[in-house]
């Protein structure tokens, strides 16, 4: 059973940044493609960015394009989410997820067409000055 452990969140200005990490154990993360969520207060959850089990292919909300990297390190089992020019619209709890590779792609992974296997329990990113 993978588990998943995100931290890294907090609160920072208008342009700063955060890097996010996922920690999974349980398991290897080497048979699973990951993604990153996001849900707002009223809001419904948002894919942001998922990327494939060998970090080849990865896709972005197109919100965060250009400011956020994702990535993985399969040795260290986590995936990381850096993000930079973060703004009051980003806010909210970021959730790592995990999918086992032959399940989906990652598009319709982040985009909602199919639901992750496995759930963080989320890291609380607040943008504000």
């Known amino acids: 059973q993978l588990q998943l452990v995100e931290s890294g969140g907090g609160l920072v200005q208008p342009g700063g940044s955060l890097r996010l990490s996922c920690v999974a154990s349980?398991?290897?993360?080497?048979?699973?493609?990951i993604g990153w969520f996001r849900q707002a207060p009223g809001v419904e959850r948002e894919g942001v960015s998922c990327?494939?089990?060998?970090?080849?292919?990865?896709t972005y909300a197109d919100s965060v394009k250009g400011r956020f990297t994702i990535s993985r390190d399969n040795v260290k089992n986590t995936v990381y989410l850096q993000m930079n020019s973060l703004t009051p619209e980003d806010t909210a709890v970021y959730y790592c997820?995990?999918?086992?590779?032959?399940?989906?792609?990652?598009?319709?992974?982040?985009?909602?067409?199919?639901?992750?296997?496995?759930w963080g329990q989320g890291t609380q990113v607040t943008v504000s000055s």
């Open positions: 349980g398991s290897t993360i080497d048979f699973y493609n």
């Open positions: 990327i494939s089990r060998n970090g080849g292919m990865t």
């Open positions: 997820a995990a999918v086992s590779f032959g399940l989906t792609t990652i598009q319709d992974l982040c985009g909602g067409r199919f639901r992750a296997s496995y």
